[in-house]
């Protein structure tokens, strides 16, 4: 029976929902907001008690009658449910929507109570999260298995199992760890998916005994009390009394398509198609927030004001459309939706992306046309943005020795990709070619996307996996070999210490390191002795496998690392396909025979490089070591970088440890994956072409990155004005007055008493900017401060006789 009929009927009160709603009441439209729960915004709602919410992205403007700002769960449910009350939006709780059907003008909308109503326009804007992930065995149901966390302390001296990898579940295992006994189960050898505060939070906590962690573990069986896990030594059983499964939601497909909406693709991530005003394929239909592609709140929130504002009949612009158009302006042309268009259509990478999705990663990325011969970027830059060719070529130069031999890459390809995993330099040079249009991405949002759009990652690691084939193995290899080795190549993932082979296994495969870096070692006289260090870029392996004898020693990894293992049929296939290759590996082969007998013969300088790593060094790009038997602690090296700096000094040259002469002093050592680039809300921190990590001026004093290092080089320090000479203060009043500390006197000379200062993150930028490089070093009387890149830490430690 139809009770009433509305114009504008909005399903889901979340962001995207309540601010659609807001604006419908503000102009006095006829409407209803449908939520199911008994409150609004349930995502948020189900967040753990006192979680943060950012309101990214910054450089967006937010359009609704609803406000939003960070802050907490609590902040931002509060002042929303305050001004639903005030705005008289029309909202019913616990009003399930089980069907829409109909057509534009006349929808009808049923009810889980068997209700019907009717509206000219229906908004979906339901989200996610009313479809969560079950855990996927016997049991998932069960009364003592649960999919959200509101209060870790509500919970005490239980023994609990979170389920899941992201930081939702780590967030959650680590509040809980405080008051009860903890596991957590990750069904990959690490927590790939976390921010890195909460990656060292778990790690602690797992090393302190307080988090118990089963890794490459997935459930098996759920009965009450207990949990049973597939492990590779076999099953394990988990005493329990509680399960908590973190294991994040799909889109409600059913429901969606039996609304008449079509999907792109049966991809299970894959996402509804809508036009540029969120219009599904059904007409009257629209689609907003984390089911159109944008979970971010800001974005949800614009959209819901928008789409009411299209129902209206009014042409606004999305907030984002100045935004790209003004990067579009080097097109000549102002036709966002043209520029879009013929992005998604010229490169196939992003041809299943939905067009909101598309919008987002483009407000994130550059535009460039270059001229024939631009030089994009330079072997062994530190730059690590991800390149799509829209229109033209480009050139990549293959041989550093050799600027004419090139290989094309033409319209719809990409480059770059490189940056996207290793930390690394890059290993050729790419010159424009003609025509040339560029979209540049940001590493986070290229990152961003594919952990949300597995096709696209598929394609990217498919393409990666051949070039680094062909890069790192077979440079002359024809394609469709290198296209065959690479469809039966697996991408491996290691955590720190974990083997990737064993001395006197059977040789099956060759890894290529992709990410992090590995240890070479041999058992010597009872103890492990360390042959060789390898970054990313090199391979292991290959020894058995040319020789058919067993692994001559064990290889595990130095740090977290990911490498595309080669099984041996496939490798031996791409031996006899390219001729070069079997010299070459050969030649390599008996390099490391020798490397490894010189090292066997030393083994103090496998004892530094064991060290080195041990101190967080093979992650490193660059980092200051101390010869201590050099060192006469005058520590110029301290006052050099404070004088550099404006008086604030970003190296502790006391701090630290040391191994025979060998002392690493607390300093940045500019990572290959920079831990505090991880979760830095303004994006104030930044790695230039020379490979230096530095903050920016954009540094809003969060402390994330200083609660993020591993190695305690970041600190919060108040900004510090540039010292002058006694003359200049005097009789200019440039300065701070020799010999008073800063925090006297405010940064323009008119700071009121008592008003503190905002403090910003500093930390070590290797005198980026300075001429002779880092002034540690040069300030140095003796030459025992010294900067080294991972490579050389072979050279360096068979230098260095053990004491």
Known sequence: MTEARYRIAVIGAGPAGLSAAGRAAARGVPHILLERADHASDTIYKYQKGKFVMATPDILPLRSDLSFAAGSREQILGAWNDEIAKTGLNIRYNAEV???????????????????????????????????????????????????????????????????????????????????????????????????????????????????????????????????????????????????????????????????????????????????????????????????????????????????????????????????????????????????????????????????????????????????????????????????????????????????????????????????????????????????????????????????????????????????????????????????????????????????????????????????????????????????????????????????????????????????SIPAEAFRNLVDNAPTLKAELENTFRSRIMQNERAQNQPEAGSIIQFLVEQGVGEATDVLLIDESLCVRCDNCEKACADTHSGVSRLDREAGPTFASIHVPTSCRHCEHPHCMSDCPPDAIHRSRGGEVFISDACIGCGNCERNCPYGVIRMAQPQQERGGLLSWLFFGLGREPGVEDDHHADDGKKKAGEPKRKQAVKCDMCKDQRGGPACVRACPTGAAIRVSPEQFLSLASLVKEQ
């Not at 799909?250 to 792109?264: D, H, L, M, N, W």
């Not at 407000?363 to 001229?371: A, C, K, Q, W």
């Not at 697996?490 to 240890?519: C, W």
């Open 98 to 564: 089980v069907g829409v059907s109909g057509s534009k003008g006349d929808f009808r909308i049923k009810l889980g109570n068997g209700e019907e109503l009717q509206a000219e326009h229906v908004i979906l804007s339901i989200g996610l999260q009313g479809n969560i992930n079950k855990v996927p065995c016997e049991g998932a149901d069960l009364p003592f298995v649960q999919y959200q966390l509101d209060d870790p302390e509500e919970y005490a001296d239980e023994r609990i199992v979170v389920i899941g990898a992201g930081d939702s579940a780590i967030e959650n295992a680590v509040a809980l760890s405080k008051q009860n006994t903890v596991s957590i189960v990750n069904r990959r050898g690490e927590f790939a998916r976390a921010k890195q505060g909460n990656l060292n939070a778990v790690t602690a906590g797992i090393e302190a005994g307080t988090i118990t962690g089963y890794f490459n573990a997935s459930p098996a069986k759920i009965e009450p009390g207990k949990l049973t896990l597939n492990t590779a030594d076999g099953n394990a059983i988990v005493e329990c009394d509680r399960i908590i499964a973190r294991l994040g939601a799909t889109a409600p497909r059913k429901f969606i398509e039996s609304c008449g909406v079509v999907f792109p693709s049966k991809d299970a991530s894959a996402l509804p198609e809508v036009s540029a005003q969120y219009e599904s394929n059904v007409p009257g239909l629209y689609i907003i927030g984390a089911l159109a592609g944008y979970p971010l709140i800001k974005q949800a929130m614009n959209q819901g004001f928008e789409t009411v504002e299209f129902i209206l009949g009014n042409a606004v612009k999305p907030a984002d459309e100045p935004l790209l158009a003004e990067k579009f302006k080097v097109l000549g042309t102002n036709d966002v939706d043209a520029v879009l268009a013929t992005i998604r259509s010229n490169v196939p990478l992003f041809s299943e992306l939905n067009p909101l999705v598309l919008r987002e990663l483009i407000l994130d990325s550059e535009v460039h046309v270059p001229r024939k011969n631009d030089v994009v970027f330079n072997r062994n830059d530190y730059s690590n943005s991800f390149f799509s060719i829209v229109q033209g070529n480009v050139l990549i130069q293959i041989d550093p020795e050799d600027p004419k031999k090139v290989v094309t890459l033409g319209q719809g390809e990409f480059f770059g990709e490189m940056g996207l995993i290793s930390g690394r330099r890059r290993t050729a040079t790419i010159l424009a070619g003609d025509n040339c249009v560029l979209v540049e991405t940001s590493r986070r949002s290229m990152l961003k996307l594919l952990a949300s759009a597995p096709p696209v990652r598929r394609v990217l690691d498919r393409t990666a996996a051949e070039r680094q084939i062909q890069r790192n193995l077979a440079p002359n290899a024809p394609r469709e070999v290198l296209r065959s080795v690479a469809d039966v190549a697996e991408f491996k993932f290691f955590a720190p210490n974990q083997t990737l082979f064993e001395e006197g296994d059977k040789g099956d495969a060759l890894h290529i390191i992709r990410t992090g870096s590995v240890l070479v070692q041999r058992r010597i006289g009872g103890r492990d002795v360390v042959l060789s260090y390898l970054a990313a870029g090199n391979y292991v392996g290959e020894m058995a496998l040319l020789s058919d004898l067993p692994r001559s020693a064990t290889v595990r990894a130095a740090v977290a690392t990911e490498t595309i």
